[in-house]
């Protein structure tokens, strides 16, 4: 009998755990993903864990890496994946940038460029995976994942790399034509 409960439990759990993860994501539909096969990563708003942040760059690498794309420099990359993070509620000014250099990119960009900014809650835990066409600076994906990242180390590793999977289990997108 306390086997059985035991198994349930175990059974219980393992559900509720693996619901805790809520991954969505959107992307441009207009959009020829065939057309992208390398590209190059990087953190756009740390969350203050370079491990974790180093995690959640490997997690998203192998992922891509997976579904055929060659991971390179940013100035080699057809896209570019930027991937931001919060361990704590917090309001984000998010900023799109318009312009020359690097600016298109938005969340921080780089380079001289106009800006547009909006203020948006970030939950805890959610990281946030956007990638852009690196010849036009279009944002043509986004995954969010909320209860990804954490100030705990040891759970930091499995939640990231299972949230990854979620993330780009169907990608890239089939174009519609």
Partial sequence: MKRRLSIVA????????????DVKTDYDHSFNFAQLHT???KIGTSWGNPLSEDRAK?????????????????????????????????????TFYSGGGWGGYGW??????TATTTVTNVKVGTMVVDIFDAKTKKLVFRGTGQ?????????????????AEKMFKDFPPKSKD
């Fill in 58 to 94: 490997s997690a998203v690498a192998a992922q891509l890496t997976a579904k055929g794309w060659t991971q390179t420099d940013e100035a080699q990359a057809d896209a570019l994946v930027v991937i931001h993070g919060a361990t704590s509620t917090q309001q984000s000014l998010n």
């Fill in 10 to 21: 175990v059974v219980l759990l393992t559900v509720v755990f693996a619901a805790a993860q």
């Fill in 39 to 41: 590209f190059a990563v």
């Fill in 147 to 163: 209860d990804e990242v954490s100030n705990k180390p040891e759970k930091n590793q499995k939640k990231i790399e299972k949230g």
């Fill in 108 to 113: 921080g960009g780089w380079g001289p460029s």
